[in-house]
């Protein structure tokens, strides 16, 4: 089975400080992958998503992130993280899962707090 | 614009009691999913269709019940609600598992927050 690892659990920065937030996968084949964000009490929504092409995708709000064929890593970076970005990052991967069906697997979440 | 509309937003249960969970979307998404949320755990997939009158089991399908009798609805049910399904519960949609790009990518609801006691 498929899994999504984000290295870190939790992650405080001062602002202006720049990110990167780790996310691996375990999945040899053709990947779709995303990162969706969650503000506090808030839903989740789409920072951004790599289907195909360059590999350094870039989404909302600043973000972007590199997908490292080689390295099954799909990292979120910005280069300077507002209070605002205070959050949590989940990373997501969705891949064939055999006899035509695909799965989407989730990693288990960065919370990310900005210090003013 | 209303997107992924879930009903309702809290609920406390005692244990034993029984629940339904309404999801609607207004986007004529094919797929529907019910994910619950854990501190720690992510978000978990609990059942999904992937059209009218079909569901599927996840990864956590146990103590749930799903129905998809109609496109735009989704429901998710506990018989018999345990301490261990407190949680906050996320319905999402997405147009198909294939196809275009943007088929892939999910709209969630606002979630529901279930307390069982």
């Known amino acids: 089975a498929q899994s999504v690892s984000q290295h870190n659990h939790h992650v405080i920065l001062s602002e202006a400080a720049s990110l990167e937030l780790g996310c691996n996968y375990s999945?040899?084949?053709?990947?779709?992958l995303f990162w969706y964000v969650q503000y506090p009490g808030q839903h989740l929504q789409l920072l951004l998503k790599?289907?195909?092409?360059?590999?350094l995708v870039k989404g909302i709000k600043g973000f972007e992130a590199e997908f490292i064929k080689s390295k099954f890593s799909f990292n979120l970076r910005k280069p300077s993280v507002q209070w605002s970005d205070t959050a949590e990052y989940f990373c997501?991967?969705?891949?064939?899962?055999?006899?035509?069906?695909?799965?989407?697997?989730f990693g288990k979440g960065t919370k990310l707090s900005v210090i003013p | 614009n209303a997107g992924v509309t879930q009903t309702p937003k809290f609920r406390v249960l005692k244990t034993g009691q029984s629940m339904t969970l309404l999801c609607a979307q207004d986007?004529?998404?094919?797929?529907m999913y019910w994910y619950r949320q854990d501190p720690g755990m992510g978000l978990r997939l609990i059942h999904y269709?992937?059209?009218?009158?079909?569901?599927a089991k996840g990864e956590v399908p146990d103590g749930y019940n799903v129905s998809r009798l109609k496109k735009q609805n989704f429901l998710l049910g506990l018989e018999s609600a345990a301490p261990s399904q407190t949680s906050v519960y996320f319905c999402?949609?997405?147009?198909?598992?294939?196809?275009?790009?943007?088929?892939?990518?999910?709209?969630f609801g606002a979630g529901s927050r279930l307390t069982v006691l």
């Open positions: 999402a949609s997405s147009p198909s598992r294939q196809g275009a790009q943007g088929a892939n990518v999910l709209t």
């Open positions: 999945y040899g084949g053709t990947v779709n």
């Open positions: 790599y289907f195909s092409g360059d590999p």
């Open positions: 997501a991967v969705k891949a064939y899962s055999g006899a035509g069906s695909y799965q989407l697997t």
């Open positions: 986007m004529n998404h094919e797929y």
């Open positions: 269709s992937v059209g009218e009158g079909t569901t």
